[in-house]
């Protein structure tokens, strides 16, 4: 595996893989990586002839009273991770590589990134279009695999994507879950023991409501009183938001006629988490002859 | 030379040529084509393989009250000028093959492309960075050749290519003028005879300026002054700016010590005409021995 930390290198490598007629795939992450990441590194790995997992803990998605200090960062436990993995390249930047002094310019998306997330953390998916477009021109990659769990991100990176014209195809990767259905997080790490057993209810309100939507419930308050209730009765639990959306719009639903995402961000103690889950009607299966 | 419409096709077409080991050339324009732009298509040709001119009147970079829908054009002339000049590759998308029904992503530069023409003309250069962008990711080119008489455009692409590591070297194309000195433009077109010798007074206020900084002028204020003074001469002239800034920041300047842009913009009964100079002190020569 090739640690590659200079900006110019990680162009100029991707350029002369792409000359050579390979495939690049591509996993943006964070770092403190999981199994959650290197189930995308898989996906990646499936579909192209070099993997490169960047990792950049990007400054401009955090806000002034974020967590950007405090993030966790572990490179020699990530690095291992990868080998293991077999990522290819890790591409791992330093902050002043990335961002010129006086920089100046932007990504944005105006439509899917104001709500939700969006409009608790103003400047969030900026920074995150921004270094997600600034990846894709240094990395080049045919394909990039972000996971599910970030709801509004891969919609955003798609919509993103596909405004721009980015020669890229986006993958999601599924939600992975701890065995008791705690999603993944880097961010999970702050939690103390009572704090990780009061996280379940962000899973247990999902559950919930997928399960009164199974049982025919289609408007969208009774689901969202039946998971603040879940969620309420966690004392560590401080509600962000919990929002019942279009899939594809991100519009706020009375009613779960088309698919319906249904996303929650909770501080539990001072961690924000955050978990989804997509509602769709079961298409009417045909008869099959025996 | 191939003629493409269609967005993906363009864009397979520049991932096919790439794979071949081909250099690509692009010469983004809104067509209406003068000597101006085909010096870019030559700049273009010297430094690739393949030379792509787009063709593109690009609404989102118009405001509501400007000249999109009499911006000339002509395309079977266009599609000549450019068979002559050895274009290979004419691209010229229809619009809503362009912006996707409910595009929501945008590019913006929120420093170099605010002053200038992006006070007088909102919204103006997010529309080009967007449309630069996506012409960026469409046609691939390694190179990519602007004309240096859009003064703040150059700067802004330039700036928005590196901040956003754009593989894509920006090639300017110096000014082309008509033999008494008016600089090319599209908008020429709209200037009856009478407008036509009254818009030589943006060329002349430059040589002025020029003139009274080689004689040692270096203050700003007595160079505007000088210049507008030339332009308030023609009557069927409307000042909108003469900026006075230095040439990498595009901050105004009082003194002209670093290389400084003089750029201006004047009406010329209803037509937006401008231009520019970028003034440097001569290095000093060192004396050569004989």
């Known amino acids: 595996m090739r640690i ?16 050579a007629g390979k495939r690049l795939g591509c996993v943006p992450t964070m770092g403190f990586l ?9 996906l990646a790995r499936e579909r192209s002839d070099v993997v490169t997992l960047t990792l950049f803990i990007n400054p401009t998605q955090f806000g002034p009273q974020e967590d950007l200090a405090k993030y966790p960062r572990d490179f020699e436990r990530d690095a291992g991770l990868c080998r293991d993995a077999g990522v290819d390249i890790l591409f791992a930047p ?24 969006g409009a608790a953390r103003p400047g969030h998916f900026r920074g995150v279009c921004t270094v997600v477009a600034k990846l894709f021109n240094l990395c080049l990659p045919h394909v990039a695999v972000f996971g599910a769990k970030d709801a509004q991100q891969l919609r955003v990176i ?17 939600t992975l879950r701890e065995a008791d259905g705690l999603a993944m997080s880097s961010r999970n790490t702050y939690l103390n023991a009572d704090e990780r057993r009061q996280a379940l209810v962000l899973k247990r309100a999902l559950d919930e409501a997928a399960h009164l939507f199974d049982a025919g419930e289609r408007a969208a308050a009774p ?41 929650l961000a909770v501080f539990i103690g001072q961690t924000r988490l955050i978990d989804n889950v997509v509602l769709r009607s079961s298409p009417v299966t045909p008869k099959v002859r025996p």
Chains 1, 2 share one sequence.
Do not use: W
């Not at 209730?229 to 004392?235: E, G, H, Q, R």
């Open 4 to 19: 590659i930390r200079s900006v110019s290198e990680m162009q100029q490598t991707a350029l002369a893989l792409r000359a």
């Open 34 to 42: 999981h199994a959650g990441h290197l189930s995308l590194v898989a």
């Open 94 to 117: 330093v902050a002043a590589e990335m961002y010129a002094a006086g920089a100046s310019s932007y990504v944005t998306e105006e439509k899917l990134s104001t709500g939700l997330c």
């Open 158 to 174: 798609r919509r993103m994507t596909r405004d721009l014209n980015f020669p890229v195809a986006i993958v999601a990767g599924p």
């Open 223 to 263: 689901l969202k009183s039946a998971m603040e209730k879940i969620i309420t009765s966690a004392p560590a639990a401080k509600m962000d938001y919990i929002a019942i959306v279009d899939d594809e719009t991100l519009a706020p639903v009375e009613r779960l006629e088309r698919p319906a995402l249904i996303a």
